[in-house]
């Protein structure tokens, strides 16, 4: 199953985005779906996460501004960002764990946000 993200863009700070992720497959065939970034001179970190039964988990920074979400009919995970913040600046990428594995093995290639102060 590949996966192709997409939704990056330019915004002010305080803006709002949204990122979606379509898979090629079912993502019933994953145990888990997530959403990383990578900012410049940074380690790649996650953002949010989504299990296959629908739990949530988001990093602290990102806590009541980002909201991850899935479409099952369209294969399609969501990442819904707002209040935007200059350090929300990053390539975005999504990831998916296939069931049986403990590592995010699948990934989509990454959408760039910007963020402008």
């Known amino acids: 199953v590949q996966l192709q993200a997409f939704g990056g863009g330019l915004v002010q700070a305080g803006g709002s985005l949204r990122l979606s992720c379509a898979a090629s497959g079912s993502i019933f065939s994953f145990s888990a779906m997530a959403w990383y970034r990578q900012a410049p001179g940074k380690q790649r970190e996650l953002v949010a996460g989504i299990s296959s039964i629908g739990v949530t988990n988001y990093a602290d920074s990102v806590k009541d501004r980002f909201t991850i979400s899935r479409d099952t009919a369209k294969n399609t995970v969501y990442l819904e960002m707002n209040s935007l913040k200059p350090e929300d600046t990053a390539v975005y990428y999504c990831?998916?764990?296939?069931?049986?594995?403990?590592?995010?093995?699948?990934w989509g290639q990454g959408t760039l946000v910007t963020v402008s102060s």
């Open positions: 990831a998916a764990r296939q069931r049986g594995r403990a590592d995010f093995s699948s």
